[in-house]
């Protein structure tokens, strides 16, 4: 649930926890309103700017003097008897906590609020005390995004971005481990980037890592970067859970095995069908595959060990030319490139379906009834068919939901819509019918809904 001005309220273990995401402008103290004297009184977490201070969160003091800044630091922390915030023994339940003077919550639901901080903000507040610094080292999930890192005036300071890369990851204690790792990374990229990425995974990818996203971007469309698989290996490969990689080249042993990985989606990676399939032979768990601009795959086969894969989409794979599943469960299908064969196997279970291609219209009406009997909502994209739409031979005896796309008025301008009337034939049980017409040169475009 979402507060007013960016407060998020969290119902965690019993306790309505409130976040402030918002920045909270922080006046002079020696300004006559009252309002100044109430805004000092509500000061933030975080290490503050001199003078003016701006940050995050809300901590109550009972005066101006506790709120005063010294050198960058909220002195009141070192001035106070007791610290606002500290490490505080087990409780009657065994249970950790760190107790604050203005709240008193387990340990664990400050992790999870620390957790829901973005990164550069986390490292600031760690600058405030030895509970918040302890936090930070016990941190879990680590996004390194230019926007998470560095201020937007540094975006593009590449040198500072990876330095504090490095600083981080090098200083974070090995024995807490991610359980997320996010890096996307900028270029230009050379040998002596990669061995220190390589050093990088090294240190983040451990026996506790579950999720693990890596993305190159650069201008250019060579893909150099071997991603090291021998960090995958082992009990590393067992607890990963989600796998995201772009722009890399992927050789995976013939014994790697992620036992409980689900979800694996490659953009522009460089592995070849025979690889791939290796590799999904060994991830039992696997439930979704996304596969964008690999154009190494010529044949993409999911094998039958798959039982809990339902969902799989292929995106602009330029060499692929067949799609062979013998998965039995999989319920969800989006295919977007050339017009390929589908050897769809136990398709009993395939319920949405998404085409887009040219001549995809034709195609749909006169192969998928045979492929897909039992497809409830499909979903095409076309931007060019050489015939009206043929009458069908095989009913869609359970399509509910159809949506049509068409792009480009210089080659639909004389086409018979009033053609597509087959699919309603071909449709008995058809409940909404989407036809969205398109020009792409004015960008405007015509929607047809009906309600059958």
Request: glycine content about 4%; some cysteine.
């Amino acid at each position: 649930m979402e507060g007013t001005y960016g407060s998020h309220f969290y119902h965690i273990n019993g306790h309505l926890v409130i976040l402030c995401r918002h920045k909270l402008p922080i006046r002079d103290a020696d300004e006559e309103d009252d309002d100044a004297r109430d805004l000092v009184g509500n000061k933030v977490i975080c290490r503050p700017v001199t003078e003016r201070s701006k940050g995050y969160g809300s901590i109550k003091f009972t005066s101006e003097t506790e709120a005063a800044v010294d050198d960058g630091s909220i002195t009141s922390l070192a001035k106070k008897e007791t610290p606002p915030c500290q490490q505080d023994g087990d409780d009657s339940q065994g249970s950790k906590r760190i107790r604050c003077s203005w709240i008193d919550l387990p340990e664990e639901i400050w992790h999870h609020i620390h957790s829901l901080v973005p990164m550069r903000e986390a490292a600031q507040a760690a600058c405030v005390s030895h509970a918040f610094l302890h936090l930070w080292r016990c941190r879990t999930n680590l996004t390194f995004t230019k926007e998470t890192i560095c201020s937007k005036q540094k975006w593009f300071d590449v040198g500072e971005f990876n330095n504090s890369i490095n600083h981080i990851l090098v200083n974070h204690p090995t024995s807490v481990g991610a359980k997320t790792l996010i890096l996307k990374l900028h270029g230009p990229y050379d040998d002596n980037y990669y061995n220190c990425l390589d050093c990088w995974l090294k240190i983040a990818v451990t026996p506790k890592i579950e999720e693990l996203t890596l993305v190159l971007r650069q201008w250019t469309e060579e893909i150099k970067y071997n991603f090291p698989c021998s960090l995958l290996s082992g009990v590393s490969g067992n607890t990963l859970r989600y796998l995201r990689l772009d722009r890399c080249v992927l050789r995976p042993a013939s014994g790697l095995a992620m036992k409980s990985l689900t979800m694996l989606h490659l953009c522009k990676v460089r592995i070849t069908g025979d690889e791939l399939g290796c590799l999904l032979s060994h991830c039992f768990a696997l439930e979704q595959l996304k596969l964008r601009y690999c154009d190494d795959i010529i044949c993409l086969a999911i094998p039958c060990l798959l039982q809990r894969f339902s969902f799989l989409k292929v995106l602009k794979c330029a060499n692929l030319q067949m799609i062979e599943n013998k998965a039995p469960n999989l319920s969800s299908f989006s295919f977007s490139s050339n017009q390929i064969q589908l050897a769809l196997g136990e398709s009993l279970t395939v319920k949405t379906l998404k085409l887009r291609h040219k001549g995809a219209i034709g195609y749909a009406i006169d192969k998928l009834p045979s492929y897909v009997p039992n497809l409830e909502t499909l979903t095409i994209h076309t931007f060019s068919e050489t015939v009206n739409v043929p009458i069908a031979c095989i009913k869609f005896l359970h399509l509910k939901f159809l949506t049509i796309y068409t792009c480009g008025w210089d080659i639909f301008h004389e086409y018979d819509y009033l053609s597509l009337v087959s699919f309603l034939d071909a449709s008995p049980s058809l409940v909404t019918f989407d036809l969205h017409v398109s020009h792409c040169s004015s960008c405007k475009n015509y929607l047809i809904n009906s309600y059958v």
